[in-house]
C-alpha cells in the first residue's frame, strides 16, 4: 500500500496523474489499462478540487493505492461536503450538438473505466471513493528465481531494476535474488536492492536473498541491513521460507 | 499542454500537445477565445500530440464548437471547429462519451483545412 495526500487545488492533478501511473506500471497493468486507470482517477480528483471544498479554503486529497490478488484498488478521500451520486445528471450521450448537456461525464467515465466504483460517507472520515482494476493475468503464487552476476552498482542497477519489473509485470510477487554470480555490491545497489523489497512489500509479496558471497555479505553486515533483508544460505531453504503452497 | 497556432488564409490551426485536463483546458479556452475575438471563427485541431482529454476537456471543445457554428458569415457560410489526426486512446474517450458524433473527425490536416 503507499498513498499521498495534497491539497485539493488543480496543481495536485499532474502529481496524482504521475502517482497512479506509476502505481498501475508497477502493478503490471498494460498500456490500456494503465491509462484507464489515470483517466477515472483524474475525473474523480477532478471532481473533489472542483466541488468538496470551498474554493477559497481548499482541503486535503488522500489517493491510496494497494493490490490484492488480482484487483487492483484504488481509494480517494476527501473531507469535504458530502458527495452524492445520486444527484449527479446522467450523461446526456446521444443529443445533437446544439442541445448537448455536458454535466456527468465525469462520473459516467469513472464507472465505464474501472471494474468496480463504490462512494461511501461518514462524518468523521468524509468522501472515500473506491476504484477497481482487475488485472488480466493473476499474480503468479509461486517463487520467481532471479540469477544476478557481476557487479550491483549505480550503473548495473537499472537493469536490475528492469529485469525485476518485467517480472512484477508478468505476475511476480515473490522473488529470490540469487547473487551466487555477484562479485561486487556497492551502497547504490544495495539502495536498488531495498526499493525493489518496498515495491514488492506494497504489492503484497516479499524479496528474499541467496548466493551472497563473503564480501557481498559484508556490505550488509557493515551497513547493518543484515536486520532488513531476508538472506538465505541455499535457494531452497529461501524457497521453504515463503512460506508459499507452491514454492 | 502547449498549443501552436499556424493561420492560413481562411482558417486557424491549433496544434495542441500535452494534456488537456481542469488545469490545463481554461488555458485552450483562452486559446480560442482569443482567435474568435479577431474575427477568425475557422479552426481546425490537430490532436496528433494530444497525449489526454478529460472531461473539462471535452467541456472547452464542444462550447467552442457551438460558439463557432453561431457565427455566420453569410446565410450559406459560417465558422465550425473541426478536429484531426485524433490518436486511439482519444478517440475511445470521444466514442465513450458520445462525441464522435458531435465533431467532423479528419485522419489529416490538409484534409481538415482543404474542407472548409
Known sequence: ?247 | MEIEHRRFNRVDMLVVSGRIDAATSPQLKQRIEALFETGRYRIVFDFAQLAYVSSPGLRVLIEARKKARDWKITDLEGGDIRLANLPPRIKEVFDLTGFTSLFELYSDTVTAVGSF
Open chain 1, 1 to 247: 500500500m503507499d498513498s499521498i495526500t495534497l491539497t485539493a487545488d488543480l496543481v495536485a492533478l499532474a502529481k496524482i496523474s504521475a502517482f497512479v501511473t506509476a502505481a498501475a506500471e508497477l502493478t503490471g497493468l498494460d498500456e490500456r489499462a494503465t491509462w484507464q486507470v489515470q483517466l477515472a482517477v483524474d475525473e474523480a480528483a477532478t471532481n473533489v478540487i472542483q466541488h468538496a471544498y470551498d474554493p477559497d479554503h481548499p482541503g486535503d486529497l488522500t489517493l491510496t493505492w494497494r493490490c490484492e490478488g488480482n484487483r487492483f484498488i484504488v481509494a480517494l478521500r476527501d473531507y469535504g461536503r458530502q458527495f452524492d451520486p445520486q444527484h449527479v445528471p446522467p450523461p446526456d450521450l446521444n443529443s445533437p450538438l446544439e442541445e448537448r448537456q455536458v454535466g456527468g461525464l465525469g462520473l459516467y467515465l469513472i464507472t465505464r473505466l474501472m471494474d468496480e466504483v463504490r462512494f461511501d460517507f461518514n462524518p468523521q472520515g468524509g468522501n472515500l471513493l473506491t476504484m477497481v482494476k482487475y488485472l488480466t493475468t493473476g499474480p503468479r503464487d509461486d517463487v520467481a528465481i532471479l540469477p544476478l552476476t557481476g557487479r550491483v552498482d549505480a550503473v548495473t542497477a537499472p537493469q536490475v531494476n528492469r529485469e525485476v519489473h518485467a517480472q512484477i509485470g508478468a505476475g511476480a510477487r515473490f522473488v529470490l535474488l540469487d547473487l551466487a554470480g555477484v562479485t561486487f555490491l556497492s551502497s547504490s545497489g544495495l539502495r536498488a536492492l531495498l526499493l525493489i523489497r518496498k515495491e514488492l512489500m506494497t504489492l503484497g509479496g516479499e524479496l528474499r536473498l541467496t548466493g551472497l558471497q563473503p564480501q557481498v555479505y559484508e556490505v550488509f553486515t557493515l551497513t547493518g541491513f543484515t536486520q532488513v533483508f531476508a538472506i538465505h544460505a541455499t535457494v531452497d531453504e529461501a524457497r521453504t521460507s515463503f512460506g508459499l503452497k507452491h514454492a
